[in-house]
Structure formats: structure tokens, C-alpha cells
């Protein structure tokens, strides 16, 4: 791959974005390296756990800006739909997704980070919607992500200012799940995915669907969605191991099934 570094290892899809000598940054190449990617990850039964991170210094310091001057209306629209299409597919992936920030994460960096479920930073990290002193706005999924992150105050700020944030702020906002220090990142993001791979991941994929889904429906929906699923779970086998596994005071084996 041009734009990506990949690797599959215990139950793990790593993407690196691997432009470091421009911050990583996004062009139309890599959101369709990536998408590419993600397709055979969501298919591969052994990858169990998606991490993207970044080569070099920076996580990804956002779209690249060079490609902007032969933007118009039209292409830059095309650009943005397509960045946002795959925001909106790692935010549905099937499997759990980890963004292990590693510097900087600014404009469509944070973008594809905040379209992850977890997001673990070194403490060095540093975090922002710059897109305003361009004189554009964020464009891939960033005015509406980021306020359901952390609420419209801070939101607000963060993207009307274009200020950056630094990683303990992003943590006490709700931006950040943790944050670590740059030595320990990659052992503390494997910590954390060793946690999710014990899970079922057939579970875990619905679980995630309810609370997506639900979170963007009125409550009533969101709750049948909830006790519809709870009746389905009891269906599978992941559930019987499960259940069997803590009466007999033993450690589950899910399966997926
Ligand atoms: N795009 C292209 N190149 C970039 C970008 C970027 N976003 N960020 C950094 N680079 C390049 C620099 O131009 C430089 O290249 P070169 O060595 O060839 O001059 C190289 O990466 C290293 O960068 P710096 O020398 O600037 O490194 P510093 O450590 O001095 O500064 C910063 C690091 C603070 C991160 C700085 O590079 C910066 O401010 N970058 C831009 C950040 C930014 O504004 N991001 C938002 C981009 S817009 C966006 O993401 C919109 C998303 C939605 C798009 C919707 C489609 C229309």
C-alpha cells in the first residue's frame, strides 16, 4: 500500500498511516487504502480488534491541505462525501476499533479518531479541529461527532476557536479514554485490546450496534432495540459459554457463535 502500513497479529489489524514526512495527512488515496483494508479486516474471522495509529511523530495532522488548491465546489463536495462514507464505516465497523494517538491529531485526524470507539493517547498528544484558520470547517463527521463527545460548550470551542487541546484536557473532557505516557502507549493500547479480545466478539458487535444505533433514535427505540437483542443473545452459543463458564468457575472460550 502507498499511504498504509498493515499487520495482522494475535487477533489484532493494525493500520498504520504512513505519509510521516507529511504528518500522515489524508488524501483520497488513503481513504480508499484504508477502506480497502478495513473490507479485508471485516471479513478476516481472526482479526478480532482494529487499531489505527500513525508512523513518525504524528498520528495524522488531517486532510492534506496541498490537494486543496485544486479543489471546487464540486470535487472538494466529492472529497468530503467520501471521507465522511468511511468515517461512517469504521464508526459501523463490526469489530471493535482503537485509535492509539501518537502525537498529533488535528483536523481529519481527529476526525477518523473520534470515528473509532476508544481513543488512547501518549501524553504528549495533541488534539484539535484547526480547519477554521483555513477558512473552512471540519468535514469528515467532526461538527457532529465532537458534540456528542463532549457536549456543545466545549465543542463549540475547540472548533471556533481552533485552539488545540492537549491529551489530559481531551481526557478530562470525554475526548480521550486515557491517556499514557508515550514509552507505554503501545503496551497500554495492547492491555486495553486484550480486554476486548477475551469478549465475545459476536456479542460485542451487537452490543456496539445498539448502542450506535441507539444513541442516534429516540430512547423508546433504542430500549426495544436493547430487550430485542437480549432475546436474540440467548440464541447463541457465545452465551451458554458464557453463563456455563462463570457456574463453573472456570474462563470463558467464545467462539463468535
Ligand atoms: N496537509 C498537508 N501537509 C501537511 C499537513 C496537512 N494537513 N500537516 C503537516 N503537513 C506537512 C507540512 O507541510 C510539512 O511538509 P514539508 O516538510 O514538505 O514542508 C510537514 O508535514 C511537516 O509539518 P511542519 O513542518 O508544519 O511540522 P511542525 O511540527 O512545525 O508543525 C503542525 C506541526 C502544527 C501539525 C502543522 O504541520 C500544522 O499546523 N499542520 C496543519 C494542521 C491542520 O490545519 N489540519 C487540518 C487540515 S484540514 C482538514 O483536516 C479537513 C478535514 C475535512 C476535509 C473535508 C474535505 C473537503
Known amino acids: 500500500m502507498e499511504t498504509l502500513d498493515v499487520k495482522k497479529e494475535n487477533g489484532i489489524g493494525w ?12 488524501n483520497l488515496k ?13 471479513t478476516d474471522n481472526e482479526i478480532r480488534v482494529v487499531i489505527f495509529t500513525g508512523k513518525g511523530k504524528a498520528f495524522c495532522a488531517g486532510a492534506d491541505i496541498s ?23 469504521i464508526e459501523r ?5 482503537i485509535a492509539m494517538i ?16 476508544f481513543r488512547i493517547a ?44 492537549r491529551a489530559d484536557e481531551g481526557e478530562r473532557i470525554g475526548l480521550i479514554n486515557k491517556v499514557v505516557t508515550k514509552e507505554s502507549l503501545e503496551e497500554e493500547t495492547l492491555k486495553f485490546a486484550a480486554k476486548l479480545l477475551e469478549k465475545s466478539p459476536l456479542i460485542l458487535s451487537i452490543l456496539k450496534n445498539i448502542i450506535l444505533y441507539g444513541n442516534d433514535s429516540p430512547i423508546v427505540d433504542g430500549l426495544n432495540m436493547e430487550s430485542l437483542g437480549w432475546g436474540y443473545v440467548f440464541s447463541t452459543e457465545d452465551e451458554k459459554e458464557g453463563v456455563d463458564a462463570f457456574l463453573n468457575k472456570r474462563k470463558p472460550n467464545f467462539k463468535g457463535k
Open 67 to 89: 490537494q486543496f488548491k485544486e479543489l471546487n465546489t464540486m470535487t472538494a463536495w466529492n472529497f468530503a462525501r467520501k471521507g465522511r462514507e468511511l468515517m461512517d464505516y
Open 122 to 165: 501518549s501524553e504528549d498528544s495533541m488534539l484539535g479541529l484547526p480547519e477554521i484558520n483555513l477558512g473552512i470547517y471540519p468535514g469528515f463527521g467532526g461538527t457532529q461527532r465532537l458534540v456528542r463527545l463532549v457536549g456543545k460548550p466545549k465543542a463549540m470551542e475547540i472548533m471556533m476557536t481552533g485552539d488545540r487541546i
Open 102 to 117: 501518537n502525537g498529533y491529531a488535528l483536523g481529519g485526524g481527529l476526525e477518523l479518531a473520534m470515528a473509532c470507539d
Open 15 to 26: 493500520i498504520y498511516l504512513n505519509r510521516p514526512d507529511k504528518l500522515n495527512a489524508i
Open 93 to 97: 465497523f463490526m469489530k471493535p476499533t
Open 30 to 42: 488513503m481513504i480508499n487504502e484504508i477502506d480497502s483494508i478495513l473490507k479485508d479486516f471485516e
